[in-house]
């Protein structure tokens, strides 16, 4: 892959940020825009450190995801002004000097201690739209994230710059390179904590950097949606894996989801295979004016016709979506915005002047309810789990003839299978950015 010019799409996404920026005062009637890094945040009763996360209001100017006590400052018609802690510290690895190709485009000013910051900030905190979480406030400057701004930047923020393109590329690269050491693992009995190292040492980054925690299932413990208990030894047999692991690039997240069956059990192959093809399907249908919640629906439709085909379902894919059967079997919804957040901002945003688009009824757990259009990145990941919690509710609920449930019983020690990707919107085809990663890495 060619690699790109990060100076000049990061010179472009500057002017995007600041033109965003200016509406959303205008919209907000203030006059500066104050966004602080975030600071540590501390265990109850100890002197023990949570791991820091960067404000993404943040890391959407700046490709800074290490470092706390800073802040961002934005005065329309000026450049923006970077408050950079750097303190004087031994006990800590304190930030590299300011590098890299944002540098040019912010005036940088350097502070040893926080409270520096107060002499740099604006003069009058009352026409400030300050962006962050209650803990990051300093004197005056206390986060008022007002509506009109954060509904303005957060709807934007579905439209991702090629810059935050290249870089969302890049936590592609990354997470497939652990996908594939993850898979090997499997492949030579490691157990669910051996992979997820694996999965770590491949891809550079450890628990903490992640963008998510790995969920690593063997067997049964697919089933469990987010399952991240990370068993010490592998059970035998070893029947199923399923991985969903993603990795940060400049504090842009992948968010990748994997299943493989052991050697010899075809018939849960196959079923993989189903669900990996009707997947890739359902990521070409990623089209500007498509609604996601048709594109949820019509996934249920799409799964319930392979378990028919399986053998597992009685009814037609259509009966068993208006009587909730399917929802036992695909308990989530099919994907989600992803960039700064896995689970990105605005995916109910009616307008970027707020409002809500609802989920369909009987899926509670869909997170993506918009039209979508060009520049959006979501994830698409369907899934089907033999889950028993679900399955007794089916039961409970009178529709127990749905199933065929010798069909359950032979698929259970498996757990589920799930496969996620994530596609770009763009003004003609889908474009899929992970799986030329996985073919490219094969
Ligand atoms: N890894 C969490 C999700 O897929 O949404
Ligand atoms: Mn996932
Ligand atoms: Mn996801």
Same mark, same amino acid.
């Given at each position: ?62 490709? +800074? ?14 450049? @923006? ?64 994230? @007002? ?76 089933? =469990? ?91 037609? @894919? ?18 989600? +915005?992803?960039?700064?957040? #896995? ?27 918009? =039209? +979508? ?8 990941? @369907? ?10 509710? #089916? ?48």
């Amino acid at each position: 892959m060619n690699q790109p010019d990060l100076g000049a799409l990061y010179s472009h996404h500057a002017s995007v940020m600041r033109q965003r920026a200016d509406e959303a005062l205008a919209r907000g009637g203030f006059d500066h825009l104050v966004i602080p890094s975030g600071t540590q945040h501390y265990q109850a009763f100890d002197d023990r450190d949570y791991p820091y996360a960067v404000n993404p209001n943040f890391k959407a100017w700046l490709p +800074l995801t290490k470092l706390p006590n800073s802040w961002l400052v934005y005065t329309p018609g000026k450049r @923006p002004t970077l408050i950079f802690h750097q303190p004087f510290d031994y006990w800590h690895v304190v930030p590299d000097a300011p590098n890299g190709w944002w540098v040019e485009h912010v005036d940088i000013q350097i502070i040893r201690t926080p409270d520096e910051a107060l002499a740099l900030l604006p003069k009058d905190a009352a026409r400030c739209a300050i962006l962050g979480e209650p803990q990051s406030a300093l004197g005056a400057f206390v986060p008022n994230n @007002p509506a009109p701004v954060i509904d303005y930047l957060d709807w934007q923020r579905g439209y991702k710059t090629p810059y935050e393109i290249a870089l969302m590329r890049e936590a592609q690269r990354l997470g497939v390179r652990g996908h594939r050491a993850a898979e090997a693992a499997f492949r030579g009995g490691a157990s669910e904590f051996e992979i997820h190292m694996a999965y770590c040492r491949a891809v550079g980054q450890d628990a903490n950097e992640l963008p998510y925690g790995n969920i690593i299932g063997l067997n049964e413990h697919a089933a =469990v949606l987010h399952y991240t208990d990370l068993g010490r030894s592998a059970p035998t047999p070893l029947r199923s894996f399923l991985i969903d692991a993603g990795a940060s690039a400049y504090g842009y997240a992948s968010d990748i989801t994997r299943t493989y069956a052991a050697s010899g059990h075809d018939e849960f192959q196959a079923l993989i295979d189903a669900v990996d093809a009707a997947q890739q399907q359902m990521g070409a249908a990623v089209r500007a004016g498509v609604d996601y919640k048709q594109l949820h629906i019509d996934a249920h439709l799409s799964l319930m016709g392979i378990l028919k085909d399986v053998g597992v379902l009685n009814v037609s @894919p259509e009966a068993a979506l208006a009587t909730g059967v399917s929802a036992a079997f695909f308990p989530h919804g099919l994907g989600h +915005l992803i960039g700064l957040q #896995v689970h990105d901002v605005a995916g109910f945003a009616a307008s970027d002047r707020g409002g809500r688009i609802e989920r369909p009824q009987g899926h509670p757990y869909l997170r993506m309810t918009r =039209v +979508l259009e060009p520049g959006m990145v979501v994830t698409i990941e @369907p899934g089907v789990y033999f889950i028993d919690m679900l399955l007794d509710e #089916v039961k409970q609920a009178g529709n127990g003839a749905s199933i065929n449930w010798d069909r359950v019983d032979f698929f259970r020690p498996y757990g589920g299978v799930r496969i996620e990707d994530e596609v770009l919107c763009t003004e003609g085809d889908a474009d899929n950015l992970t799986r030329p990663v996985f073919a490219a890495a094969s």
